[in-house]
């Protein structure tokens, strides 16, 4: 058996519908007996009490409480699926898990001709018997100083006799993270560490077929990235390339154009029809000027007229004005 894989997440809701899915779920044990309708139920009640609350039970019930967590333990292929629920209830049997509500299930899939089997324990803290959380299972110490040893002790036969698990490929980053972008870094890290698949397997001590083909899929998986990210960057490389050429193509025509403007107002024929046009510009404004200027008389005479007119009409009343005093007398 290769070194075991234990990863730690944390489930707020839902999600047991998938753990006990059919074609994927080979086995399943719950702390109380129950088979997978009362299992959803148990586990929806369960939800209900740590996220609205229970009076009777004590519980004051938080919107974002922690509802149960869920270890991922890699299993023998060799071993059956009742098999891995008896070694893992005796795992349970040595923690305070024995005293908590949970629930074993068994997955077995198959990938590139590799088979993973591995176990989920999904585990409710809060001890039964006095309805308070166990803070001690939600800390890091806890899984590395009794969870894991207790999970590896109950294993130490097949870590010696070298029997394959089949290894996940990703990098455990500690009890509750599950970082992506760490878990990537960690195996270029590891692949750094080991160039070649004989230094992972040294004097062949863990031979066995199915352990290689995983190394071999594992470093073919790794190769492959490399070969993307280096198509990705001469792809990026190509187009820098033709968007310069480009640049330097449009400079040139730009610079040819202004060429071809300079000799052609050197030529006598451009000059001749520069002067033409000047000519007929003008013209224009000599015959724009000459409207203007006859619009200005046309409107002089025509104030002039006006002003005679008035004049004329001041006199007459002048005039009349001695009139029509005797008139009145």
Not at 33 to 55: M, T, V
Not at 63 to 92: G, K
Not at 178 to 200: F, M
Request: aromatic share 6%.
């Amino acid at each position: 058996m290769a070194k075991g894989f234990v990863n730690v997440t944390h489930s707020g809701n839902g999600g047991l519908a998938y753990y006990l899915r059919e074609g994927e779920c080979i086995a399943f044990k719950h702390s109380k007996g129950y088979n997978k309708e009362e299992i959803l139920q148990h586990w929806q009640e369960i939800e209900k009490n740590e996220k609205l609350g229970n009076r009777d039970l004590g519980i004051q019930g938080r919107y974002d409480a922690r509802v149960r967590t869920n270890y991922i333990l890699s299993m023998p292929n060799s071993l059956s699926p009742n098999e891995c629920i008896n070694r893992v209830q005796s795992i349970i049997d040595k923690t305070p898990i024995k005293d908590c509500v949970y629930t074993t299930v068994v997955h077995k899939g198959e990938k590139e001709g590799i088979t993973n089997q591995h176990v989920h324990l999904l585990v409710n803290e809060r001890i039964l018997s006095t309805q308070k959380k166990d803070r001690v299972m939600i800390r890091k110490e806890w899984l590395e100083k009794s969870f894991k040893p207790a999970y590896e002790k109950e294993f130490k036969q097949e870590f010696e006799a070298g029997k394959t698990v089949a290894p996940r490929q990703r990098i455990n980053q500690g009890l509750f993270e599950a970082d992506r972008k760490a878990s990537r870094q960690g195996i270029l890290n590891h692949q750094k560490q080991y160039n070649t698949i004989g230094d992972l397997i040294p004097n062949n001590t863990l031979g066995d077929a199915l352990l290689l083909q995983s190394l071999k899929s594992f470093e073919n998986a790794f190769v492959a990235d490399q070969e993307k990210t280096r198509q990705a960057a001469e792809r990026q490389a190509a187009a820098e390339k033709q968007a310069a050429e480009k640049q330097a193509q449009a400079q040139k025509q730009e610079e040819e154009r202004i060429l071809a403007q300079r000799l052609l107002s050197l030529s006598p024929s451009f000059t001749k029809e520069q002067e033409r046009e000047a000519q007929e510009v003008k013209a224009k404004q000599e015959q724009a000027l000459e409207k203007e200027r006859i619009a200005q008389k046309t409107k002089e005479n025509q104030t002039l007229e006006e002003t005679k007119k008035e004049q004329e009409v001041k006199k007459e009343q002048v005039k009349e004005a001695p009139r029509i005093r005797m008139k009145f007398n």
